[in-house]
Protein backbone atom coordinates (compact mmCIF):
# COMPACT_ATOMS: atom_id res chain seq x y z
CA UNK A 1 0.00 0.00 0.00
CA UNK A 2 1.09 3.05 -0.85
CA UNK A 3 2.12 5.86 2.10
CA UNK A 4 -0.83 8.44 2.36
CA UNK A 5 1.79 11.43 1.34
CA UNK A 6 2.92 9.51 -1.92
CA UNK A 7 -0.86 8.74 -2.51
CA UNK A 8 -2.04 11.98 -1.94
CA UNK A 9 0.61 14.03 -3.83
CA UNK A 10 -0.48 11.56 -6.63
CA UNK A 11 -4.21 12.32 -6.32
CA UNK A 12 -3.09 15.69 -6.44
CA UNK A 13 -0.68 15.68 -9.69
CA UNK A 14 -3.71 13.73 -11.79
CA UNK A 15 -6.46 16.58 -10.34
CA UNK A 16 -4.45 18.66 -13.01
CA UNK A 17 -2.24 21.35 -12.13
CA UNK A 18 -5.34 23.52 -10.29
CA UNK A 19 -4.80 21.63 -7.34
CA UNK A 20 -5.38 24.09 -4.44
CA UNK A 21 -5.47 24.19 -0.53
CA UNK A 22 -7.53 26.80 0.57
CA UNK A 23 -7.28 28.40 4.20
CA UNK A 24 -9.69 30.99 5.97
CA UNK A 25 -8.78 32.90 8.55
CA UNK A 26 -11.44 34.34 10.94
CA UNK A 27 -9.95 36.19 13.87
CA UNK A 28 -9.20 39.77 15.54
CA UNK A 29 -5.78 41.98 16.03
CA UNK A 30 -3.89 38.40 16.15
CA UNK A 31 -5.23 37.08 12.51
CA UNK A 32 -4.61 40.80 10.91
CA UNK A 33 -1.66 41.77 12.41
CA UNK A 34 -0.28 45.67 12.80
CA UNK A 35 1.69 47.38 9.62
CA UNK A 36 4.93 46.25 12.12
CA UNK A 37 4.07 42.31 11.97
CA UNK A 38 4.07 39.86 9.40
CA UNK A 39 1.04 37.87 11.53
CA UNK A 40 1.27 34.19 12.05
CA UNK A 41 -0.16 33.58 8.63
CA UNK A 42 3.05 33.71 6.92
CA UNK A 43 4.82 31.03 8.69
CA UNK A 44 1.88 28.88 8.59
CA UNK A 45 1.82 29.83 4.73
CA UNK A 46 5.88 28.76 4.63
CA UNK A 47 4.74 25.50 6.40
CA UNK A 48 1.83 24.63 3.95
CA UNK A 49 4.70 25.41 1.09
CA UNK A 50 7.47 23.11 1.96
CA UNK A 51 4.31 20.51 2.25
CA UNK A 52 2.65 20.79 -0.59
CA UNK A 53 5.87 22.08 -2.91
CA UNK A 54 4.30 21.96 -6.51
CA UNK A 55 1.80 20.16 -6.17
CA UNK A 56 -0.69 22.14 -5.12
CA UNK A 57 -1.22 26.01 -4.64
CA UNK A 58 -1.53 27.59 -1.35
CA UNK A 59 -3.69 30.23 -1.09
CA UNK A 60 -5.76 32.09 1.49
CA UNK A 61 -9.28 33.73 0.77
CA UNK A 62 -11.06 36.35 2.78
CA UNK A 63 -12.00 40.12 2.10
CA UNK A 64 -8.99 42.05 4.02
CA UNK A 65 -5.27 42.09 2.69
CA UNK A 66 -4.13 45.25 4.43
CA UNK A 67 -2.68 45.36 7.94
CA UNK A 68 -4.14 47.05 10.77
CA UNK A 69 -3.32 51.12 10.42
CA UNK A 70 -2.77 50.76 6.58
CA UNK A 71 -5.09 51.86 4.17
CA UNK A 72 -8.41 49.32 3.01
CA UNK A 73 -7.08 47.45 0.31
CA UNK A 74 -3.38 47.69 0.46
CA UNK A 75 -1.53 45.31 0.41
CA UNK A 76 0.54 44.42 3.06
CA UNK A 77 4.07 43.52 1.47
CA UNK A 78 5.24 40.23 2.69
CA UNK A 79 8.70 38.34 0.90
CA UNK A 80 8.19 35.86 -1.44
CA UNK A 81 9.23 32.12 -0.52
CA UNK A 82 10.49 29.36 -2.91
CA UNK A 83 9.57 31.89 -6.11
CA UNK A 84 6.11 31.73 -4.36
CA UNK A 85 4.43 35.17 -4.05
CA UNK A 86 2.45 35.19 -0.58
CA UNK A 87 -1.51 35.18 -0.58
CA UNK A 88 -2.34 38.30 1.45
CA UNK A 89 -6.43 37.55 1.56
CA UNK A 90 -7.67 37.39 5.53
CA UNK A 91 -10.39 37.87 7.40
CA UNK A 92 -8.81 39.38 10.28
CA UNK A 93 -10.21 42.35 11.95
CA UNK A 94 -8.70 44.28 14.45
CA UNK A 95 -10.13 44.73 17.76
CA UNK A 96 -13.38 42.83 16.86
CA UNK A 97 -15.29 40.80 18.60
CA UNK A 98 -17.40 37.62 17.84
CA UNK A 99 -20.77 39.12 17.27
CA UNK A 100 -19.38 41.64 15.37
CA UNK A 101 -17.67 39.39 12.94
CA UNK A 102 -21.65 38.64 12.38
CA UNK A 103 -23.41 41.55 12.58
CA UNK A 104 -20.52 44.37 11.35
CA UNK A 105 -19.02 46.44 13.91
CA UNK A 106 -21.37 49.98 13.69
CA UNK A 107 -18.58 51.37 16.49
CA UNK A 108 -15.48 50.58 14.90
CA UNK A 109 -13.46 53.84 14.08
CA UNK A 110 -10.42 52.77 12.39
CA UNK A 111 -11.37 51.71 8.74
CA UNK A 112 -7.93 49.82 8.09
CA UNK A 113 -10.04 46.93 10.52
CA UNK A 114 -12.44 46.15 7.89
CA UNK A 115 -16.02 47.17 7.40
CA UNK A 116 -19.14 44.43 6.70
CA UNK A 117 -20.37 40.67 8.34
CA UNK A 118 -19.24 37.32 7.65
CA UNK A 119 -22.67 37.37 5.52
CA UNK A 120 -21.25 39.82 3.03
CA UNK A 121 -17.47 38.48 3.19
CA UNK A 122 -18.49 34.67 2.35
CA UNK A 123 -20.20 35.82 -1.20
CA UNK A 124 -16.84 36.95 -2.14
CA UNK A 125 -14.62 33.92 -1.37
CA UNK A 126 -14.57 31.61 -3.57
CA UNK A 127 -13.38 34.18 -6.08
CA UNK A 128 -10.27 33.00 -4.91
CA UNK A 129 -11.08 29.67 -3.46
CA UNK A 130 -13.29 27.57 -1.77
CA UNK A 131 -12.01 26.90 1.89
CA UNK A 132 -10.97 23.53 2.81
CA UNK A 133 -10.01 24.25 6.24
CA UNK A 134 -11.21 27.90 8.21
CA UNK A 135 -8.93 28.73 11.16
CA UNK A 136 -10.93 30.77 13.51
CA UNK A 137 -9.05 32.63 16.60
CA UNK A 138 -11.71 35.27 18.28
CA UNK A 139 -12.97 35.84 21.62
CA UNK A 140 -10.35 38.02 23.63
CA UNK A 141 -12.00 41.18 23.01
CA UNK A 142 -15.83 40.07 23.60
CA UNK A 143 -14.00 38.56 26.84
CA UNK A 144 -12.10 41.69 27.79
CA UNK A 145 -15.36 43.92 27.51
CA UNK A 146 -17.44 41.59 29.61
CA UNK A 147 -18.88 39.00 27.33
CA UNK A 148 -19.67 35.76 28.70
CA UNK A 149 -18.04 32.87 27.25
CA UNK A 150 -21.25 30.69 26.69
CA UNK A 151 -21.85 34.02 24.44
CA UNK A 152 -18.93 33.37 22.71
CA UNK A 153 -19.20 29.97 21.77
CA UNK A 154 -22.67 30.43 20.70
CA UNK A 155 -21.46 33.20 18.14
CA UNK A 156 -18.49 31.14 17.09
CA UNK A 157 -21.14 27.84 16.43
CA UNK A 158 -23.18 30.35 14.16
CA UNK A 159 -20.37 31.85 11.85
CA UNK A 160 -19.60 28.04 11.22
CA UNK A 161 -22.60 27.81 10.31
CA UNK A 162 -23.15 30.32 8.13
CA UNK A 163 -19.88 29.09 6.33
CA UNK A 164 -21.35 25.72 6.23
CA UNK A 165 -24.50 26.79 4.49
CA UNK A 166 -22.62 28.87 2.29
CA UNK A 167 -19.96 25.88 1.14
CA UNK A 168 -22.81 23.47 1.45
CA UNK A 169 -21.31 20.31 -0.17
CA UNK A 170 -17.86 21.22 -0.07
CA UNK A 171 -15.44 19.08 2.42
CA UNK A 172 -14.77 22.03 5.35
CA UNK A 173 -12.09 20.95 8.61
CA UNK A 174 -12.99 23.91 11.42
CA UNK A 175 -10.31 24.34 13.79
CA UNK A 176 -11.09 26.80 17.01
CA UNK A 177 -7.98 28.27 18.90
CA UNK A 178 -7.71 28.53 22.12
CA UNK A 179 -6.10 31.70 24.06
CA UNK A 180 -5.78 33.68 27.00
CA UNK A 181 -8.96 33.79 28.77
CA UNK A 182 -9.28 30.49 30.78
CA UNK A 183 -13.13 30.45 31.29
CA UNK A 184 -13.38 30.98 27.53
CA UNK A 185 -10.88 28.25 26.91
CA UNK A 186 -12.86 26.02 29.50
CA UNK A 187 -16.10 26.89 27.32
CA UNK A 188 -14.51 26.05 24.03
CA UNK A 189 -12.77 22.45 24.91
CA UNK A 190 -16.88 21.90 26.33
CA UNK A 191 -18.24 22.91 23.59
CA UNK A 192 -15.86 21.96 20.37
CA UNK A 193 -13.59 19.04 22.11
CA UNK A 194 -15.86 16.59 22.00
CA UNK A 195 -15.94 13.11 19.52
CA UNK A 196 -19.36 14.47 18.05
CA UNK A 197 -17.83 17.98 17.16
CA UNK A 198 -14.83 16.07 15.73
CA UNK A 199 -17.11 13.42 13.47
CA UNK A 200 -18.57 17.10 12.43
CA UNK A 201 -14.99 18.36 11.59
CA UNK A 202 -14.85 20.77 14.32
CA UNK A 203 -11.53 21.15 16.60
CA UNK A 204 -10.35 22.84 19.38
CA UNK A 205 -6.22 23.96 18.51
CA UNK A 206 -4.65 24.76 22.00
CA UNK A 207 -2.89 28.01 21.47
CA UNK A 208 -3.22 28.76 25.65
CA UNK A 209 -0.57 26.25 26.59
CA UNK A 210 2.86 27.32 26.71
CA UNK A 211 2.57 30.88 25.61
CA UNK A 212 4.05 33.10 27.31
CA UNK A 213 5.02 37.54 27.37
CA UNK A 214 8.30 36.74 25.91
CA UNK A 215 6.43 35.65 22.88
CA UNK A 216 4.51 38.95 22.48
CA UNK A 217 5.58 42.43 21.30
CA UNK A 218 3.26 43.83 23.71
CA UNK A 219 2.11 41.23 26.52
CA UNK A 220 -1.17 40.31 24.20
CA UNK A 221 -0.09 40.42 20.38
CA UNK A 222 2.60 37.66 19.02
CA UNK A 223 6.18 39.23 18.19
CA UNK A 224 7.77 37.23 15.16
CA UNK A 225 9.24 34.19 17.23
CA UNK A 226 5.16 34.43 19.23
CA UNK A 227 3.69 34.12 14.96
CA UNK A 228 6.13 30.96 14.58
CA UNK A 229 5.55 29.56 17.67
CA UNK A 230 1.64 30.33 16.89
CA UNK A 231 1.75 28.99 13.08
CA UNK A 232 3.91 25.75 14.19
CA UNK A 233 0.49 24.50 16.35
CA UNK A 234 -2.07 25.86 13.71
CA UNK A 235 0.19 23.57 10.86
CA UNK A 236 -0.25 20.35 13.62
CA UNK A 237 -3.85 20.60 13.51
CA UNK A 238 -4.05 21.83 9.75
CA UNK A 239 -1.80 18.61 9.00
CA UNK A 240 -3.90 16.26 10.90
CA UNK A 241 -7.30 17.06 10.86
CA UNK A 242 -7.56 18.97 7.12
CA UNK A 243 -5.01 17.28 5.44
CA UNK A 244 -5.64 13.75 7.13
CA UNK A 245 -1.73 13.49 7.15
CA UNK A 246 -0.69 12.26 10.97
CA UNK A 247 2.10 11.02 10.08
CA UNK A 248 4.07 13.87 8.30
CA UNK A 249 6.76 15.44 9.85
CA UNK A 250 8.18 18.95 9.67
CA UNK A 251 10.91 21.14 11.04
CA UNK A 252 8.76 24.00 13.66
CA UNK A 253 9.74 27.46 12.80
CA UNK A 254 10.36 28.45 16.37
CA UNK A 255 12.80 27.43 18.86
CA UNK A 256 13.56 28.88 21.82
CA UNK A 257 16.16 31.97 21.39
CA UNK A 258 16.23 31.49 18.09
CA UNK A 259 14.28 30.92 14.32
CA UNK A 260 14.65 28.17 11.87
CA UNK A 261 14.20 27.92 8.13
CA UNK A 262 11.37 25.19 7.44
CA UNK A 263 14.41 22.49 5.81
CA UNK A 264 17.31 23.01 8.17
CA UNK A 265 18.78 25.18 10.39
CA UNK A 266 21.54 27.45 9.82
CA UNK A 267 25.15 26.42 10.60
CA UNK A 268 26.26 26.12 13.95
CA UNK A 269 30.21 27.55 13.08
CA UNK A 270 29.60 30.95 14.83
CA UNK A 271 29.50 29.11 18.30
CA UNK A 272 33.27 28.00 18.10
CA UNK A 273 34.48 31.14 17.28
CA UNK A 274 35.05 32.06 20.68
CA UNK A 275 36.10 28.67 22.18
CA UNK A 276 38.70 28.37 19.96
CA UNK A 277 40.05 32.10 20.12
CA UNK A 278 40.25 31.76 23.86
CA UNK A 279 42.58 28.06 23.37
CA UNK A 280 44.55 29.82 21.23
CA UNK A 281 45.38 33.22 23.37
CA UNK A 282 46.29 30.41 26.41
CA UNK A 283 48.60 27.73 24.42
CA UNK A 284 51.80 30.19 24.63
CA UNK A 285 50.96 30.49 28.72
CA UNK A 286 51.45 26.70 28.88
CA UNK A 287 54.68 26.51 26.68
CA UNK A 288 57.79 25.53 28.55
Known amino acids: MLPWRTL ?24 QADSAHASWRVPLWKHLVDYYEDSAEVLFTGSMVNH ?15 QKRFPP ?3 GHWGWEANQILDGCSTCQDESSGSGNIDQWLEEYDKICIPDCVLINLGTNDMARGDAAENVVAELGDIMNRVRRKFTGSDLTFLIATFRYSSLVSALWKAFGTEEMAYARVHVVDLQTGFHKGLTSDGLH ?10 DRWFEAVLRHCIKDENATF ?20 IWILPVTLITALIPCFRM
Open 8 to 31: QLQLLFFRGTAAKFCTLPIGDSIA
Open 68 to 82: FGEEPGTVHPQADYK
Open 89 to 91: NHE
Open 222 to 231: PNAYGENWMA
Open 251 to 270: VKRYVPGGEVSASKRSPAWH
